[in-house]
């Protein structure tokens, strides 16, 4: 029993996250232009983890991307500013996108 109760504790420790910020994602209407791993509108999050996964300040340039918008990076399509994502909320869809592999 003590084995299941940690197995389960484990399980939503880990998942709790992903899900929060697949939430937040949602919220904020992200989906709308992009999906885990197909591209829409925009590229798929997978993508972009892809992209970002060897630099250092990948973070603050994908917070800078949510929060003021960003073209080229991609393709031609800009990415608009998203006006109701707060510096706190980029920062956690960053850091959620990012780990995406």
Known sequence: M???LFALVATVA???PALADEGLAKEKHCTTC???EKTKVGPS???IAKKYA???DAEA???TVIMKGGTGSFGTVAMPPQPSVNDAE???LATWILGMK
């Open 34 to 36: 992009h999906s885990a």
């Open 2 to 4: 003590k084995r299941f």
């Open 61 to 63: 340039k994908l917070v």
């Open 54 to 56: 060897d630099q250092k």
């Open 90 to 92: 980029a920062k956690q």
């Open 14 to 16: 880990i998942t709790a």
């Open 45 to 47: 999050y997978k993508n």
